[in-house]
């Protein structure tokens, strides 16, 4: 049972995930942009039949993507408690953004596996494109490692901002 909390101390609570929140959000878009300049600029130089074409190709890609992820959740960020807001529903969604950032951390482990799959993919004989492979490969590690720093930092930082929450709010 959730006792009540007062709205003033709710909403503190709720604030300070949502700064932290933003900040997350501002290192994910800092990646996207330098990712964006820095592969879109060597993949408008890369030569198609080496690896790195592939590999800033796929970083292109990947980034767009993440610029979408990293722009909704920009638009979704509260600059003022929402009004009603009561201590369930803070708990329900810090439980919701905890899970959020835990299971991305376990996608992203699988990237860095495919990554991995895809380069040695690459050394079989039967390959008629290995420098592609291996481009994607290196890819997948880049940005699969630095979603696994970034969705495992969260997950903590998160957990940790509301590791006294329980002891305010029984």
Same mark, same amino acid.
């Given at each position: 049972m959730?006792? +009540? !909390?007062?709205?003033?101390e709710v %909403?503190a609570? $709720?604030m #300070?995930?949502?700064v932290?929140?933003?900040? *997350?959000?501002?290192? !994910?878009? &800092?990646?996207?942009?330098l /990712?964006?300049?820095?592969?879109?600029?060597y993949l408008?130089r890369?030569d198609?039949?080496?690896?790195t074409?592939y590999?800033h190709g796929l =970083?292109?890609?990947w /980034?767009?993507? =993440? +610029?979408g992820l990293a722009a909704? *959740?920009?638009?979704?960020l509260? $600059?003022?408690?929402?009004?009603?807001?009561d201590? &369930?529903?803070l708990?329900?969604?810090?439980d919701?953004?905890?899970? @959020?950032f835990?299971? /991305? +951390? *376990?996608?992203?482990?699988?990237?860095v596996?495919?990554?991995n799959y @895809?380069?040695?993919r690459?050394?079989?004989?039967?390959q008629s #494109?290995?420098? #592609?492979?291996?481009g994607y490969?290196?890819?997948?590690?880049v940005?699969?490692? $630095?979603?696994?720093?970034?969705d495992?930092?969260?997950?903590?930082l998160?957990?940790w901002? %509301?590791?006294g929450w329980p002891q305010?709010?029984?």
């Amino acid at each position: 049972m959730v006792m +009540a !909390l007062p709205a003033a101390e709710v %909403a503190a609570l $709720f604030m #300070r995930r949502e700064v932290l929140l933003g900040r *997350g959000l501002a290192v !994910l878009a &800092a990646w996207v942009l330098l /990712n964006l300049i820095g592969s879109g600029y060597y993949l408008a130089r890369a030569d198609r039949r080496r690896e790195t074409y592939y590999f800033h190709g796929l =970083n292109v890609l990947w /980034n767009l993507m =993440n +610029a979408g992820l990293a722009a909704w *959740g920009i638009l979704r960020l509260h $600059f003022h408690p929402p009004a009603g807001l009561d201590a &369930a529903e803070l708990l329900s969604s810090q439980d919701f953004y905890e899970m @959020l950032f835990g299971v /991305n +951390a *376990g996608l992203d482990v699988l990237y860095v596996l495919a990554g991995n799959y @895809l380069r040695g993919r690459a050394a079989w004989p039967d390959q008629s #494109r290995p420098e #592609r492979l291996l481009g994607y490969g290196r890819a997948l590690w880049v940005q699969g490692g $630095f979603l696994l720093l970034f969705d495992a930092s969260m997950w903590a930082l998160l957990h940790w901002l %509301a590791s006294g929450w329980p002891q305010l709010l029984k």
